[in-house]
T-cell receptor, first 117, second 111 residues
Framework: DTGVSQDPRHKITKRGQNVTFRCDPI?????LYWYRQTLGQGPEFLTY????????KSRLLSDRFSAERPKGSFSTLEIQRTEQGDSAMYLC???????????????FGPGTRLTVT | KNQVEQSPQSLIILEGKNCTLQ??????????LRWYKQDTGRGPVSLTI?????NTKSNGRYTATLDADTKQSSLHITASQLSDSASYIC??????????FGAGTTVTVRA
């Protein structure tokens, strides 16, 4: 399967614990995005990378959240001191943007479902 | 206020019937509009994409329409199948990396 993959698919953790999610984008896609989706809502933008550079972070990304894409390939999203309000589906997407193009289609992974108890 | 509003929030239809989902948006400037299908517990998958100059686009039994003047779009599902049960999300792009998502319409197809 050459699509976007995410690991783990499900995570249950106790409040106050740290969790880390991984996203492997489609090979050679230079952009990678993280979204959060709560039940009955559409995804909300969290942050995105162009290669290894994190270019924008949403105000939803509090200081307990950190994302990295160290080699411009896979990315990790860490949540420290989890709270019950962090329970959501965390989606990763990737795209390839060439030259002066502003955007291109984003391909989504299956998501990681986080439950904080 | 969300810049992409979808209706209805949910609907139930019998297998073989047709249905139409609505999307109104206020995103500006406008670059393109996509409809995604999201199965429960899965990531969204693109069904159609339309730019300003396109007013209809089909993908199998899915037909999307766009009226850029009134900023409205619809997704029509023909001869629904049980596998069409999913959430359908309208997504509008202003031309940069940021996408504006609707909350989705949950479609349940019953035998």
């Amino acid at each position: 399967d050459t699509g976007v993959s995410q690991d783990p698919r499900h995570k249950i953790t106790k409040r106050g614990q740290n969790v880390t999610f991984r996203c492997d984008p489609i090979s050679e896609h230079n952009r990678l995005y993280w979204y959060r989706q709560t039940l009955g809502q559409g995804p909300e933008f969290l942050t995105y990378f162009q290669n290894e550079a994190q270019l924008e972070k949403s105000r939803l990304l509090s200081d307990r959240f950190s994302a990295e894409r160290p080699k411009g390939s896979f990315s990790t999203l860490e949540i420290q001191r989890t709270e019950q309000g962090d329970s959501a589906m965390y989606l990763c997407a990737s795209s390839f943007v060439s030259g002066r193009a502003l955007s291109s289609e984003q391909y989504f992974g299956p998501g990681t479902r986080l439950t904080v108890t | 206020k969300n810049q992409v509003e979808q209706s209805p929030q949910s609907l139930i239809i019998l297998e073989g019937k047709n249905c139409t989902l609505q999307c109104n948006y206020t995103v500006s400037p406008f670059s393109n509009l996509r409809w995604y299908k999201q199965d429960t517990g899965r990531g969204p998958v693109s069904l159609t994409i339309m730019t300003f100059s396109e007013n209809t686009k089909s993908n199998g039994r899915y037909t999307a329409t766009l009226d850029a003047d009134t900023k409205q779009s619809s997704l029509h599902i023909t001869a629904s199948q049980l596998s069409d049960s999913a959430s359908y999300i309208c997504v509008v792009s202003a031309g940069d990396y940021k996408l504006s998502f609707g909350a989705g319409t949950t479609v349940t197809v019953r035998a």
